[in-house]
């Protein structure tokens, strides 16, 4: 992964960044600090996991992504939505 300066400060000011990415895409893991749409406490508590060969991943439920999506507007999100939603 690219080294950056990234710093504690920068982390936390959720006025200047919301997102910092590590790698390059397809091999990247995105950070977000907030989500457009969605209440971290909300998301917490409705989020699900899974554990694969003894790590355990916890993801966003379909229905925070979905709110998180909408809050975007991007058309990506918007088409994602269609695809998602039953």
Do not use: C, W
């Amino acid at each position: 992964m690219p080294v950056f300066d990234m710093t504690e400060e920068k982390f936390l000011d959720l006025e200047t960044a919301d997102v910092f990415t590590f790698g390059r895409p397809p091999v990247s893991i995105d950070i977000l600090t907030r989500l457009k749409g969605v209440q971290f406490e909300n998301a917490f508590n409705n989020a699900l996991s899974f554990e694969d060969n003894g790590l355990m991943v916890r993801f966003i439920h379909l229905n925070n992504l979905i709110d998180a999506k909408k809050a975007s507007g991007r058309y990506k999100d918007l088409d994602d939505i269609e695809k998602l939603s039953p």
